[in-house]
């Protein structure tokens, strides 16, 4: 004979049973609600709408994805906020899993109950984008990580940066096969300026609309390939680059190596000559990365290369107010004033880090003493990090431009082998003013003065420091032609 319990279980069970699936879909219809309201409409589309639940058992609750690259992102981004939102609907802790489902093993997924189910198409090959280490060394398609709040949502336009803004736009939104315009896209900039944020922006974008997209840090290519070397997986390696649609490649100053040049430019050329969008950041333009080979300087000068100026004031302050926007929802009770936006905009430095940091000041000075922040306060608690005036970053070209158009010369005939009076002068003076103007190098200053000798311009710099102590008028004429650079 059934015991009662028995009984009730088995006249009730499926009744019970569909009464929890209602019930687990009207919570997750709440927490997809909760969430769209919170990461904004164009985000969720992008990275939840194939996002299911599959089923609730006990404390565990399964939602599933198509891909493993929406799966990682998720939980990489998102599995703490899912696990805590699941929790304050349902009133318990549940453990949130994410998996990945297929067309043979995967169970009904519970339905929505209000919601109706966007339907997204499917690229035909999975996106790639950075999401974290790679376990192999030859899957460097993962990438460098990714940070989910450099996005074209949160870049702040101004004059100093549109073209670049607009170029890096045109990259990212391309459709999945669309041949490149401006191929490759080179920017460079000084640091703090927005370079990484660009690329970064791309990355995400690019990757939502279906293109498979690699973002690295030239130490994460260099990584790779040595790795990939030492594992006998370099064919790997390669294949693995040359088969994406979008390269992104940050701070290629450090991209150093013989071997390792050889293989950024094959790949270069394998990309872009197959129609693939290659996109570069550096901290100056292709002609000044004297550390290259030639040949990849060459290459990336015939695409498109634009430079982020310095952040004029507006921009500075339009920066700050989205800045401080963000921290003041973080941190209950902190407002900087406009007033004080305005004292920092004027006074503290030309890049977004520079900003950062006096922000970050402010809003330890207000958290750890309680004092609110005003004009006074900010005086006292930036006073360290304002600086009158930042110095321009002299060029080596520019150098080239001002000395040729002083004494009458062209470029070529500076960096060309003629020895003439006329030519040798203002050679020397421009060998003179690269060393004592540039950070760079004497065999870096030869190289960029027609492929010269260290000890030449050795030579010239000893020179003309010696006539400059005799001759006064040289002397004179030097100063003149410093301030001419600097202007």
Not at 334 to 349: D, K, M, Q, S, T
Request: hydrophobic share 45%.
């Amino acid at each position: 004979m059934l015991k009662p319990e028995a009984v009730d279980v088995a006249k009730f069970g499926p009744a019970l049973a569909g009464a929890a699936a209602e019930l687990g879909a009207e919570q997750w219809d709440r927490v997809r609600s909760r969430l769209r309201a919170e990461i904004g409409e164009e985000s969720y589309l992008s990275w939840f709408a194939r996002l299911e639940l599959d089923k609730v058992e006990g404390d565990c609750v399964r939602l599933s994805v198509p891909t493993r690259f929406l799966k990682s992102w998720i939980q990489g981004h998102y599995s703490e906020r899912l696990t805590d939102l699941w929790r304050e609907e349902s009133g318990r802790p549940q453990k949130v899993d994410v998996a990945v489902r297929s067309a043979v093993m995967r169970s009904q997924p519970l339905k929505a109950a209000r919601e109706p189910r966007v339907v997204v198409a499917e690229p035909a090959v999975e996106p790639r984008t950075s999401l974290g280490p790679t376990r192999d060394a030859a899957d460097v398609a993962v990438g460098s990580p990714l940070d989910p709040r450099l996005t074209f949502d949160t870049y702040v336009l101004g004059k100093s940066n549109t073209l670049a803004h607009a170029a890096a736009r045109q990259v990212a939104e391309a459709a999945a096969g669309a041949g490149p315009v401006f191929n490759p896209l080179y920017l460079h900039a000084a640091v703090g300026l927005g370079k990484t944020h660009l690329l970064q922006a791309v990355a995400w974008a690019g990757a939502a609309r279906g293109r498979r997209v690699v973002y690295l840090t030239a130490e994460r290519f260099m990584y790779g390939f040595v790795a990939a070397l030492k594992s006998h997986a370099a064919i790997a390696f390669k294949d693995a680059l040359r088969s994406i649609d979008t390269l992104l490649i940050d701070d290629l100053q450090f991209l150093t190596g013989k071997n390792i040049q050889q293989e950024f430019c094959h790949t270069l050329n394998s990309l872009m000559d197959s129609g693939r969008q290659v996109m570069v950041a550096a901290d100056r333009g292709p002609a000044e990365l004297d550390a290259l080979d030639d040949r990849v300087r060459s290459r990336l000068a015939g695409g498109l290369v634009v430079e982020l100026a310095p952040l004029e004031e507006e921009l500075r302050h339009q920066i700050l107010k989205a800045r401080s926007a963000a921290l003041s929802e973080q941190h209950r009770g902190f407002a900087v004033p406009p007033a004080v936006l305005e004292l920092v905009a004027r006074n503290v430095g030309q890049s977004g880090r520079d900003l950062d940091g006096a922000l970050n000041k402010l809003l330890a000075f207000n958290k750890l003493t309680g004092e609110p922040v005003t004009l006074e306060m900010a005086e006292n608690a930036i006073r360290d990090l304002v600086r009158p005036s930042d110095p321009k970053r002299v060029r080596v070209d520019e150098i080239l431009r001002v000395v040729a158009k002083h004494y009458n010369v062209s470029r070529a005939d500076i960096l060309s082998q003629r020895r003439t009076a006329n030519v040798v002068k203002p050679r020397q003076i421009a060998m003179y003013l690269a060393k004592t103007l540039t950070l760079r190098s004497l065999p870096e200053i030869g190289r960029r003065f027609g492929g010269r000798d260290h000890t030449t311009v050795l030579h010239a710099v000893r020179k003309i420091d010696g006539l400059i102590a005799t001759d006064r008028a040289l002397a004179e004429e030097i100063e003149v032609l410093k301030r001419l650079v600097n202007e």
